[in-house]
């Protein structure tokens, strides 16, 4: 059974950093594309970052450009987002998904809540 | 502001069938043929339903189906049960740079 499973969620001031992690079980991650996907307090789902299966193509929502960092480590089976400048607009639950063949977002984490406040 | 257009919300009765629309442009749905529906139940991980405008994953319902015409794409749900009862979202690829896009999410209620 595949399992995703995020950790690194917390509560921090504006202007700080998080890093998160999602750590796979059930599936090896290598060669596969991997995204990072948000949802604010009651709204809708939002594209964040992917890495691609090679780690060599890393892409942003424009929001998050210049201040997020997705990385992966295959050795550990697990992908990362480093989240600084932190802003109160990112407050959101945080998942990460494994991507298939259709770009479709196949398996899914459980997420992590990260909340920017002073 | 969603990239995709979805209804806020719609309802059925029990047994009853219902459909929910995803409208984009010619950049995301009706450029590819990468759609895919997600249902979510409250305080859940969204689900894969539906993948590749049409196709189930295993162990999905065939309750559930999906099609796309133009820069439209949609949802259906026949002999709705109390469980359907969720937010579903729709998502297209939308390109290399900007990957997916999602829709605003459609509560759907099942009277």
């Known amino acids: 059974e595949v399992q995703l499973l995020e950790s690194g969620g917390d509560l921090v001031q504006p202007g700080g950093s998080l890093r998160l992690s999602c750590l796979a079980s059930g599936v090896i991650l290598s060669g596969y594309a991997m995204v990072w996907v948000r949802q604010a307090p009651g709204k809708g789902l939002e594209w964040v970052s992917t890495?691609?299966?090679?780690?060599?193509?890393?892409f942003y929502t424009d929001s998050v450009e210049g201040r997020f960092t997705i990385s992966r480590d295959d050795s550990k089976n697990t992908v990362y987002l480093q989240m600084n400048s932190l802003r109160a607009e990112d407050t959101a639950v945080y998942y990460c998904a494994k991507v298939g063949g259709a770009n479709d977002l196949h398996y899914w984490g459980r997420g992590t809540l990260a909340t920017v406040s002073s | 502001q969603s990239a995709l257009t979805q209804p806020a919300s719609v309802s059925g009765s029990p047994g009853q069938s219902i459909t929910i629309s995803c409208t984009g442009t010619s950049d995301n749905v009706g450029g590819y043929n990468l759609v895919s529906w997600y249902q979510q139940h409250p305080g859940k991980a969204p689900k894969l339903i539906i993948y590749?405008?049409?196709r189930r994953p295993s162990g999905v319902s065939n309750r559930f189906s999906g099609s796309k015409s133009g820069n439209t794409a949609s949802l259906t749900i026949t002999g709705l049960q109390a469980e359907d009862e969720a937010d579903y979202y729709c998502?297209?690829?939308?390109?290399?740079?900007?990957?997916?896009?999602f829709g605003g999410g459609t509560k759907l209620t099942v009277l």
């Open positions: 590749e405008v049409k």
């Open positions: 998502c297209s690829y939308a390109g290399s740079k900007i990957f997916v896009v």
């Open positions: 890495i691609s299966g090679s780690g060599g193509g890393t």
